[in-house]
Nanobody, 120 residues
């Protein structure tokens, strides 16, 4: 019931910045916890950051202090501002929407991903 489309990826040099956007449609955006995950070459997908409907955030230690997640419920959009990018940040970045119901049902939706490459 939720469709997610990421944008904003690209090629940057070490130390550069990118801002990723994730546009959501098809359901009530404000009910979902939104997050960003990434999967680098030869690596497992890992959590990067999450943000609740009220704005509470969580970051992976590897990106804390460099990345900022935010959301605009009126625009049904979540963002990931990435600063001080390093080659280790190279990955496909995926937008995620998750909702846990009292019935123990979990709704978990993913976008198709956007490539971020950090290289000299």
């Amino acid at each position: 019931q939720v469709q997610l489309v990421e944008s904003g990826g690209g090629l940057v040099q070490p130390g550069g910045s990118l801002r990723l956007s994730c546009a959501a449609s098809g359901s009530i955006f404000s009910l979902y916890v939104m997050g960003w995950h990434r999967q680098g070459p030869g690596k497992q997908r890992e959590l990067v950051a999450t943000i609740t409907s009220s704005g509470s955030t969580h970051y992976a230690d590897s990106v804390k202090g460099r990345f900022t997640i935010s959301r605009d419920n009126a625009k049904n959009t979540v963002y990931l501002q990435m600063n001080s990018l390093q080659p280790e940040d190279t990955a496909v970045y995926y937008c995620n929407a998750k909702r846990l119901l009292p019935t123990s049902t979990v709704y978990d939706y993913w976008g198709q991903g956007t490539q971020v490459t950090v290289s000299s």
